[in-house]
């Protein structure tokens, strides 16, 4: 997302005497599946808190904890890149996708090794990746989400999932 990011700091800004809707969860929602979990708890403000865990030594386990704001996404995520495996990047390849895809604007894992020359952005680089994923879909909700969100070997099935939970229920949450 970081061309994105510049691409925004560069544009001018122009206040509006709107005030913003918000989302605010109310209680607790979770949902798992197969060992993977994602939450939305009730909090001041949208937080992030993210552990994942690969059986590759390239990327094992990370965990990190984030607070969205203009700058700390562009600071902290706007430069992780998407990653995957070599084996699935070569299905992707025969069945015609990932066409847009390069060592330039993603990260190549075979068995325990990285293939970017370049190694990583960041030491943490894989759980940022999938920080910023979540961002994107919390994002989907339609408006500015108030709680704190925790996963654990989630990802974009499982961040559906969770809004939807929190949607069925009219108790779980309220326009602010």
Known sequence: ??????????????????????????????????????????ADALSYSMEIEFASQAIGKQAREFTLSATSFADELGRARTFGFLQEVEQMRAMGLGKGGSLDNAIVIDGDKIMNESGLRYGDEFVRHKLL?????????????????????????????????????????AWV
């Open 1 to 42: 997302s970081a061309p994105f990011v510049l691409l925004l700091q560069q544009a001018a800004t122009i206040s509006q005497a709107v005030r913003v809707r918000s989302i605010k969860v109310l209680r607790p929602v979770r949902v798992e599946e197969n060992g993977k979990w994602a939450s939305l708890d009730v």
């Open 133 to 173: 994923d979540s961002v994107g879909d919390l994002a989907l909700a339609g408006a500015p989400i108030i709680g704190a969100f925790r996963s654990a070997k989630g990802g974009h099935a499982l961040n559906n999932k969770l809004l939807r939970a929190l949607f069925a229920d009219a108790a779980n949450w």
